[in-house]
């Protein structure tokens, strides 16, 4: 069955970077978009970035255009969210999920998620 | 931006109960509505994609209705296992955002 799997996540002080990674396996990763999507503690799911089945297609939400870049890598059946320039206002939980569209919109879901990676970014 | 309004942000109700969440949408989306449980610690689940249609595996007693701006989400009888929050996503356009979250208790 589809599994996705986080990594990268940490504890990093303001104005510095990280990297997560999202590996994929049990369903054809290079059909689907991919997204990632945070949550701050005790709050609501907050949608980040998305990129195209074949990496062709980005979008960012406002709040972390220009800080954070989304990549992919199908041959490795692997996600990745590189951020910069990291602020407080960063920690949450971050999630990778699958989206079987291949338009970025209209009409997509997100069927299939990862468990989250933590990222703590304080002083 | 398309904003998504949804309410009640909170609800208590008992096991047998038909609960209903509404999401709003601030412009026409069609019926890209999606419906996401997640049950706290865990990540979330699609619920029901494409406004009404149920994911495979889903319950029967979880539908979802509505089109162009308002949506509703029903629970035709509550059980205990559906203690979660619950977030309509709308995906007409980009970014598509989650709704604040309905977060859903047993009386």
């Known amino acids: 069955q589809a599994h996705l799997e986080e990594s990268g996540g940490g504890v990093v002080q303001p104005g510095r970077s990280l990297r997560l990674s999202c590996a994929a396996s049990?369903?054809?990763?290079?059909?689907?978009?991919m997204h990632w999507v945070r949550q701050a503690p005790g709050k609501g799911l907050e949608w980040l970035a998305v990129?195209?089945?074949?990496?062709?297609?980005?979008y960012y939400t406002d709040s972390v255009k220009g800080r954070f870049t989304i990549s992919r890598d199908n041959s490795k059946n692997t996600l990745y969210l590189q951020m910069k320039s990291l602020r407080t206002e960063d920690t949450a939980v971050f999630y990778c999920?699958?989206?079987?569209?291949?338009?970025?919109?209209?009409?997509?879901?997100?069927?299939?998620w990862g468990q989250g990676t933590p990222v703590t970014v304080s002083s | 931006d398309i904003q998504m309004t949804q309410s009640p942000s909170s609800l208590s109700a008992s096991v047998g109960d038909r609960v209903t969440i509404t999401c709003q949408a601030s412009q026409d989306i069609s019926n890209y509505l999606n419906w996401y449980q997640q049950k706290p610690g865990r990540a979330p689940k699609l619920l029901i994609y494409?406004?009404?249609h149920l994911q495979t595996g889903v319950p029967s007693r979880f539908t979802g209705s509505g089109s162009g701006t308002d949506f509703t989400f029903t629970i035709s009888s509550l059980q205990p296992e559906d203690i979660a929050t619950y977030y309509c996503?709308?995906?007409?356009?980009?970014?598509?955002?989650f709704g604040q979250g309905t977060k859903l208790e047993i009386k």
């Open positions: 990129i195209s089945y074949d990496g062709s297609n980005k």
């Open positions: 996503q709308q995906y007409d356009s980009l970014p598509p955002r």
């Open positions: 999920a699958g989206d079987p569209s291949r338009l970025l919109a209209p009409g997509g879901y997100l069927v299939y």
């Open positions: 494409d406004a009404s």
């Open positions: 049990g369903f054809t990763f290079s059909s689907y978009s």
